[in-house]
């Protein structure tokens, strides 16, 4: 298993255009935006009195694992994973040495590695420019240990909504053997979930999808959400992912791959 993985690592690693773009520019831009916005709002307005607590910005910031733009680059970034053998025709030099739930465990992992490594950058970053700004502008710093285990908490979150979000990329490439196919579905959920709470209103929120769930856990996190919902949102994204997970890996495990 563990060859596996480096193996997938370093394909990946091989491909810096997906790497960046399916994994790394959603951070990224969120951290350009934030320069932005707070550069404009320092040249404006000047010095801003008051404290900033970094953790707990820092928390808020990992809200970026909602966004539907960022959905379709991660799906992007996914979906290559995943494609990359039945692109190339490989898939017959590795089913006969590999069991093929360490195959399809080893993408898995070496997604989700990414993953949580573009939440760790977009909340880095976070820190470091509100440090900045806080140091051009006099302001104090808060680093409580509350602030800290909402950041820790707030990271968890995050990671599931986009663990089920890898997980169900994974399974349309395997469905259809097809990553464009698999992208604009799970860009397409996204957009559809967004346009459901648009028409459909509170009433949407009774509905059992991920980005929803995710948006219970944020909510009594941040916003003083109940925990009644929270936990149903745990279960709900935890539920996502374990199907999804299950129905690629059984999927996958009963494929012809022999040939290809």
């Not at 060859?3 to 255009?17: D, H, N, Y």
């Not at 010095?47 to 539907?68: E, M, P, T």
């Not at 992007?76 to 995943?82: D, E, I, M, N, Y």
């Not at 935890?238 to 012809?256: E, H, N």
Request: with cysteine; hydrophobic share 65%; glycine share 8%.
């Amino acid at each position: 298993m563990r060859s596996l993985f480096s193996a997938e690592m370093l394909k990946l690693m091989r491909q810096p255009g997906i790497l960046f773009w399916g994994f790394l520019s959603v951070p990224l831009a969120a951290l350009v935006v934030k320069l932005v916005i707070a550069g404009f709002v320092y040249l404006r307005l000047g010095r801003q009195s008051g404290h900033i607590d970094l953790f707990l910005s820092a928390a808020k910031s990992l809200g970026v694992s909602g966004n539907s733009l960022g959905h379709l680059l991660f799906a992007l970034g996914v979906a290559t994973v995943f494609f990359l053998e039945y692109r190339y025709a490989t898939w017959r030099l590795l089913v006969p040495r590999f069991a093929r739930v360490h195959l399809f465990a080893a993408k898995l992992l070496v997604c989700l590695v990414w993953l949580a490594l573009a939440l760790l950058i977009a909340a880095i970053g976070d820190m470091v420019l509100n440090l900045l700004f806080a140091i051009l502008q006099g302001q104090a710093v808060d680093l409580s240990v509350f602030s800290l285990s909402s950041l820790v908490v707030a990271f968890g979150i995050a990671f599931l909504e986009l663990g089920v979000l890898c997980a169900l990329v994974a399974l349309l490439v395997v469905a259809f053997r097809s990553m464009i196919g698999a992208v604009i579905a799970a860009f397409m959920l996204a957009i559809g979930s967004t346009v459901l709470q648009l028409y459909l209103g509170t009433d949407a929120d009774r509905l059992p999808l991920p980005s929803y769930a995710a948006q219970w856990l944020r909510d009594w996190l941040l916003a003083g959400g109940t925990p009644a919902a929270a936990l149903f949102g745990f279960v709900v994204l935890v539920g996502w992912f374990a199907i999804l997970t299950g129905l690629g890996l059984a999927l996958f495990s009963r494929q012809q791959l022999a040939t290809e």
